[in-house]
């Protein structure tokens, strides 16, 4: 996944909490660090579907704690 990307999934998550695009860190929670509710998090990874052309599996979603976790899951989802 190209930096450029990495930009446009960060400025995604950006929507959702008060923390800016160039302080995320891969190791961020979306619950605990980022502040995400459950709703949220559904709501963004409806977003990143829609964004990234790709459908994502709920038991994949369910596993995802951190930024990094995301963006791992998106590689395997852009390459498949």
Do not use: C, P
């Not at 996944?1 to 979306?30: C, L, N, P, S």
């Not at 459908?55 to 995301?70: F, H, K, M, P, S």
Request: proline fraction near 0%; avoid cysteine.
């Amino acid at each position: 996944m190209g930096m450029d990307k990495v930009m446009q999934f960060k400025k995604i998550v950006a929507q959702y909490t008060d923390v800016a695009v160039e302080d995320m860190t891969d190791d961020m929670r979306f619950r605990e660090d980022l502040g995400f509710s459950s709703l949220d998090f559904m709501s963004f990874m409806g977003e990143l579907e829609d964004t990234f052309d790709v459908e994502l599996e709920q038991e994949n979603a369910a596993q995802v704690r951190t930024i990094g976790d995301a963006l791992e899951m998106m590689n395997k989802m852009m390459e498949a």
